[in-house]
């Protein structure tokens, strides 16, 4: 590899506080660890999101591969100030979501990625993104878009988003909303869960190794072949 040549090629990178990980109690009483991975663990998100992107439900395609190109480009230091936040249940990958930092004012929220559904696990996972951009990475306000109708209902009515006039999202398509700092605080109380610090175990186990589910279980998981389906 030209390494010099590969230092032009690699964006600048903007300092990221990190995320402190949180555990999550979700209705049927398991604990779902929510931390932040480094590039080093992004090849075993990839071989989780892969099966996804043939499942059409929900536009899981789109999202499946959207969201592990954006992860390939991360690993690759090939996209500006990008983070991934994962879930995991006695370190079971159920969920990822990613997203960047645009300036040091302004976020952009990328995808959502429930593997387990029935759970809202999608809902809190993306409630910890935003969470991180307003209070962890100290932002004024995050950008967002939906690429299914089940996301728009999720996202930007739920969070009573703002319509952004004039706006063009990065992704492409769909109109921009945007939640402000007032916004997040606001339902906070309501759609925000989890509690820190995350205990010692619960986190040492998840940091030990992703597991992740075969192609067969991940497209049931998604698709309802063994009950509820919806996020």
Sequence with gaps: MDM??????????????????????????????????????????LKAIKPTIKIERDFYDVVGARLYAELLGWMKHRVRNEYCLVGQIDGVLVGAVNGRMLSKKIGISLHTLAIERGLRIGAHLFASKMEHHIEHLNQHEVWITAESPLGFRRWMIEYSLIKQEGVQHELGGAESFKLTRELYYKNKPRLVCGSRPCPPELLE???????????????????GAKGAWKI
């Design 205 to 223: 186990h998840a940091k030990k190794e992703i597991i992740i589910a075969d192609e067969k279980t991940i497209t049931e998981q998604i698709c």
């Design 4 to 45: 010099e040549l590969e230092q032009i090629l690699r964006p600048p990178e903007l300092p990221m506080n990190p995320y402190p990980p949180k555990v999550i109690t979700l209705a049927t009483g398991n604990k779902m660890v929510v931390r932040p991975i480094d590039r080093s663990e992004v090849p075993v998100l």
